[in-house]
């Protein structure tokens, strides 16, 4: 089987990379503006309108794509009823970092897979718990980090590793792809074992 991350993330591409799957980058121009406000759909829409859109891309190019399988994926933040993407500018950054500081939240990640004819969506839930964070400590890790590129403003693997006391759940999700959600997805739609 041959694979397409359909993602610029280099988190998602170290993941994968990681696990040993060979695979090529391809990504497509996608509108990611959405009316929908339950997180959960929202992902999962995302990444299958994503994966669309390579798999589109790449027929358009006249592109043999049996045995190929496109692998997509969105991930955002939620809480108290508030999806939050990538910071627009740094005022939004702390603005979501305040929001986070000493409280609970949900990472969503929606996983897409579209190969010989078939496709599957689903998505990933984790709770993640940050520490109190003051005003100097928000302002050090925006100018540390520049978390313009991550939902929620915050990478788990990085230095925001240094305030999250716990996660309950997958910890490869917050980061930006849910393998187990993935691999069970891969099995349930192919019928064979993806790792």
Do not use: W
């Not at 121009?29 to 669309?52: I, M």
């Not at 190929?68 to 740094?90: C, F, M, N």
């Not at 693997?157 to 240094?162: I, P, R, T, V």
């Amino acid at each position: 089987m041959n694979y397409i991350l359909a993602s610029k993330s280099p988190r998602r591409r170290e993941i994968l990379e990681n696990l040993g799957v060979t695979f090529e980058v391809v990504t497509a121009e996608t509108d990611e503006t959405s009316a929908e406000r339950d997180p959960r759909r929202l992902v999962e829409l995302l990444s299958e309108r994503k994966g669309r859109a390579v798999m589109e891309l790449l027929a358009a190019k006249g592109r043999d794509l049996t045995d190929t399988v496109v692998i997509s994926s969105d991930t955002v933040v939620a809480i108290d009823g508030e999806i939050l993407g990538k910071p627009r500018d740094e005022a939004d950054a702390k603005r979501m970092l305040s929001l986070l500081s000493g409280r609970r939240h949900e990472v969503i990640s929606g996983v897409c897979l579209i190969g010989n004819g078939k496709i599957g969506v689903s998505h990933e839930v984790t709770e993640v718990e940050f520490d109190k964070l003051d005003a100097e400590t928000i302002d050090g890790y925006i100018r540390a980090t520049a978390p313009y590129d991550k939902a929620g403003a915050y990478a788990i693997q990085g230095l925001a590793s240094a305030y999250i006391k716990g996660i309950h759940g997958c910890y490869f999700n917050v980061v930006g792809l849910p393998v187990h959600r993935l691999n069970c997805l891969y099995r349930e739609l192919f019928g064979e074992k993806f790792l």
